[in-house]
T-cell receptor, first 109, second 116 residues
Framework: ELKVEQNPLFLSMQEGKNYTIYCNYS?????LYWYRQDPGKSLESLFV?????AVKQEGRLMASLDTKARLSTLHITAAVHDLSATYFC?????????FGTGTSLTVIP | GAVVSQHPSWVICKSGTSVKIECRSL??????MFWYRQFPKQSLMLMAT?????????EQGVEKDKFLINHASLTLSTLTVTSAHPEDSSFYIC????????????FGPGTRLTVT
């Protein structure tokens, strides 16, 4: 059974702090995505990770992929309030996309 | 970038009526479209995968006679919720693949359905 597990499910952190969201998946993956969702909105693509060791950074967010460990991380550096949202990891194999549970992030001023 | 639109953005309907939601890829041809539903504070649940010109593939537990999907062209897929009930109230999101970067799927803005 294919599983995508995110940890933590809920996260409250102060502005300026760092934190990492973890995404474990249970089988080999063609690629790994990270999306952001604001309340009442659809998904916004953040990163696509295509191969083992891939690292991508955009602003205060950095995503990495370790296919051997079946682990992807989303690291938040010096959080700001605007980063408050729900973050999903999604792994893709063939034509199928499998969603993680989501991590609801609240950044407190 | 590739753009996917949904119509309507939100809809309120009475129990027992049917509602159609459209998903369009505006600047690319989508060979595959996906339909998801999302309940509050939950992840997206795949309902069905739709390929142009063929019948949709439904996920286990999704009633194909209740959620009718038509993918009539490479730029349009529709989801019709038939005989809607309050428990069908949800956020419905479509996504489309097959754009220039073939491994990407592009999400529509979602449709909020409320059944009274």
């Amino acid at each position: 059974e294919l599983k995508v597990e995110q940890n933590p499910l809920f996260l409250s952190m102060q502005e300026g702090k760092n934190y990492t969201i973890y995404c474990n998946y249970s089988t080999t993956s063609d690629r790994l995505y990270w999306y952001r969702q604001d309340p009442g909105k659809s998904l916004e693509s953040l990163f696509v990770l295509l191969s083992n060791g891939a690292v991508k950074q955009e602003g205060r967010l950095m995503a990495s992929l370790d296919t051997k460990a079946r682990l992807s991380t989303l690291h938040i550096t010096a959080a700001v309030h605007d980063l408050s949202a729900t973050y999903f990891c999604v792994f893709n194999t063939g034509n199928q996309f499998y969603f993680g549970t989501g991590t609801s992030l609240t950044v407190i001023p | 970038g590739a753009v996917v639109s949904q119509h309507p953005s939100w809809v309120i309907c009475k129990s027992g009526t049917s509602v159609k939601i459209e998903c369009r890829s505006l600047d690319f041809q989508a060979t595959t479209m996906f339909w998801y539903r999302q309940f509050p504070k939950q992840s997206l649940m795949l309902m069905a995968t739709s390929n142009e010109g063929s019948k949709a593939t439904y996920e286990q537990g999704v009633e194909k006679d209740k959620f009718l999907i038509n993918h009539a062209s490479l730029t349009l897929s529709t989801l019709t919720v038939t005989s809607a009930h309050p428990e069908d109230s949800s956020f419905y999101i479509c996504s489309a693949g097959g754009a220039k970067n073939s491994y990407e799927q592009y999400f529509g803005p979602g449709t909020r359905l409320t059944v009274t």
